[in-house]
């Protein structure tokens, strides 16, 4: 087996891996190699949404913002802990700025001043955007970056296992697409950016061909997160995109189908809502209420989710908007106050939801074009998707694992997020988690105390029995789908308490049945794919299963229901703590931690600058 040996592994090219490989460059750490599906692959340069934000410290006008006061909005989102918070605000505009410096076109108007817009979660104007793009554009400039530094990068891996000796990490044993063989890269240092976990519903907008990489942590023991706090909401399932801000605005037609698509078409959102000014009204909130809320049930705009779910998976039919003619009996003076306002002040109280949309935001219109779907003439089929998984791997403040040292989950897969966070601040940890990854590496984790025999040793045995697992006859297709649809089915955004355990006792069925069988070898790259999501949909139910059975209740975008179809009410006591899972020999232990606190700083300049000059802020 081909074998490197180097002192950082930087595994994924989304917007975070590559932070992390450029920052780590211009440190001076030079033996780093960056391991990527493809660079054109991954969730952040395939996903946005119709003004996709990135979350950031107010840096415009007089409006007052402050470390302490957006970490504080963080660590309000409920089961978050207080320093990573903090250091997630306060490392805020240095990485914004970076971003900016790279080329990446967030606006600013003629004084310098970049300015911003509120979002979901936030109470001042923190938010910013370069268009439905905003992830492809930070992923673009990045990878110019990076390709200017000179960072290696080796393309068409599949990380297949991630390799660990004496209990920390030590590496990968990856999937070469391209030779149709297994590698180990050996490392220091194991950057882990592999995104959310894509692969693991069936009803999903993560893009097509992300799977995500989770499983392959879990399985070596590393502690997460928060893994049952995920984000739902309305997508488009033909090509895979949020149907959030204007496309909600415009206030298009709600219409289902028979299953083929074409027969007995109705507005069925009119059985519900007997009046069509209080139903548009409900659809336009929908536009920045956009993932699905528990608490926005059901009067508010979240029983729009809990229909289209019901139309869908409980009677069969397929749903779509159509933004081709209005929903009889619109009558814009008589929608409520906030959606009248806004359209007047858009000057797009006029015609059909097509041609307001082309007034309002007509790059919507383009973006589904640039896909082959003209939303001008065809409608667009939509279902309740999984969208982001807030939790994730444990991590401390400079986001190395809290339990598995040298390995550093950032960005997606990284659990910093609790029961509701700010739109955008996702994009804003992952490059927090990048500079804060790369900074500890290179000030604490230079030198090299891996036993690399013993590693080497270690992946060779790994690759060894995932050729074991490569001579057998079961169907990855058959398998994938039966634990994609045991996910949606069972830990999506309604969740029975009744049927939780049997869930997660399938899913140990099907990963055991995955192990003992094997799959072909000519299905070696989907096959190591399925062995990680396998483990992790396991972990995600016994998880959520725990968390339901504790009395938490429902909360963020997830419904916790009785027997009978009832909603359990949140226990908000929890939103103080922080629900840590970790992989056993003995089975999945699950517990709920206290948040660790905000910390109260209240630092003297000398002091600090002591502190950092002789390197004790890294521990």
């Keep these: ?273 007997k009046d069509p000014n209080t139903m548009n009204s409900m659809i336009f909130l929908k536009g920045y209420q956009w993932p699905f809320d528990v ?80 939303i001008r003439s065809e409608m667009l089929e939509i279902a309740v998707c999984a969208q982001h998984n807030n939790g994730g791997l444990a991590g401390n403040v400079w986001y190395e694992s809290v339990n598995v040292p040298h390995l550093f989950p950032i960005g997606e897969v990284n659990g910093s997020h609790g029961v509701t966070r700010p739109g955008g601040s996702a994009l804003n940890a992952g490059q927090v988690g990048a500079f804060r990854a790369a900074e500890f590496i290179a000030a604490k984790y230079r030198r090299p105390t891996l036993d690399f025999e013993k590693a080497e040793a270690a992946a060779a045995l790994l690759a060894e029995d995932l050729l074991r697992r490569l001579a057998g006859t079961r169907d990855w297709r058959k398998d994938r789908r039966e634990l994609q649809e045991r996910m949606t089915g069972y830990a999506g955004h309604l969740r029975r308490m009744d049927k939780l355990d049997d869930a997660a006792d399938a899913a140990r069925n099907l990963l055991d049945a995955m192990y003992q069988e094997g799959y072909p070898f000519e299905d070696a790259d989907h096959a190591v794919t399925n062995f990680h999501l396998a483990f992790a949909s396991w972990v995600y139910l016994e998880a959520i299963s725990f968390l339901a059975a504790t009395g938490t209740g429902s909360r963020g975008s997830a419904a916790v229901l009785r027997p009978d179809g009832s909603i359990v009410p949140e226990n908000p006591a929890f939103r103080g703590k922080v629900l840590e899972t970790a992989a056993t020999p003995q089975g999945v232990r699950v517990r709920w931690e206290p948040c660790r606190p905000f910390p109260e700083t209240d630092g003297w300049f000398e002091t600090v600058w002591a502190a950092y000059r002789n390197g004790t802020v890294y521990g």
Excluded at 5 to 29: E, M, P, Q, Y
Excluded at 127 to 146: D, F, H, N
Excluded at 220 to 238: D, V, W, Y
């Design 295 to 374: 608490r926005k049930v059901p009067d508010g705009s979240s029983q729009i989710d809990l229909l289209v779910h019901e139309e869908t998976v409980g009677r069969g039919r397929r749903v779509f908007l159509d933004f081709r003619s209005n929903t009889a009996g619109l009558d814009f003076a008589e929608l409520s106050g906030e959606a009248r306002e806004y359209l007047e002040k858009s000057g797009a109280c006029f015609g059909t939801p097509i041609e307001r949309l082309e007034a309002m935001n007509p790059g919507a219109i383009e973006l589904y074009r640039d896909h082959n779907i003209d």
């Design 1 to 273: 087996m081909k074998t490197r040996r180097l002192n950082t592994l930087v595994i994924g090219s989304g917007a975070s891996g590559l932070a992390a490989a450029l920052r780590l460059k211009s440190l001076g750490v030079d033996d780093i190699l960056l391991l990527s599906e493809g660079l054109k692959r991954g969730t952040s340069i395939n996903t946005g949404s119709d003004k996709q934000t990135y979350y950031k410290l107010g840096v415009y006008g007089a409006e007052p913002d402050s470390p302490a006061l957006l970490g504080r909005t963080l660590f309000d989102g409920g089961s978050v802990h207080g320093d990573v918070a903090l250091v997630e605000a306060a490392m805020s505009v240095r990485c914004f700025m970076n971003l900016v410096n790279l080329g990446v076109p967030f606006p600013c108007d003629e004084f310098g001043q970049y300015i911003g817009y509120k979002t979901d979660h936030d109470p001042k104007r923190r938010a910013t955007s370069c268009g439905p793009y905003t992830s492809r554009e930070m992923c673009l400039a990045l990878i110019r970056a990076v390709k200017a530094a000179g960072v290696e990068i080796a393309e068409q891996r599949n990380a297949a296992e991630l390799v660990s000796v004496d209990g920390r990490a030590a590496g990968a044993v990856v999937w070469n697409r391209e030779t149709k063989e297994f590698e180990a890269y050996l490392a220091e240092n194991t950057v882990f950016a592999v995104g959310g976990p894509g692969g693991l519903y069936a009803s999903s907008v993560y893009p097509a061909g992300h799977m995500g990489g989770i499983g392959l942590a879990l399985k070596i023991g590393a502690a997460a997160q928060n893994l049952p706090e995920s984000q739902f909401g309305l997508a488009s399932t033909r090509f895979r995109w949020n149907v959030s801000g204007t496309y909600m605005q415009v206030l298009p037609r709600f219409v289902s189908t028979a299953a083929d698509g074409v027969s007995d078409e109705r507005e069925f959102l009119l059985d519900h809502y």
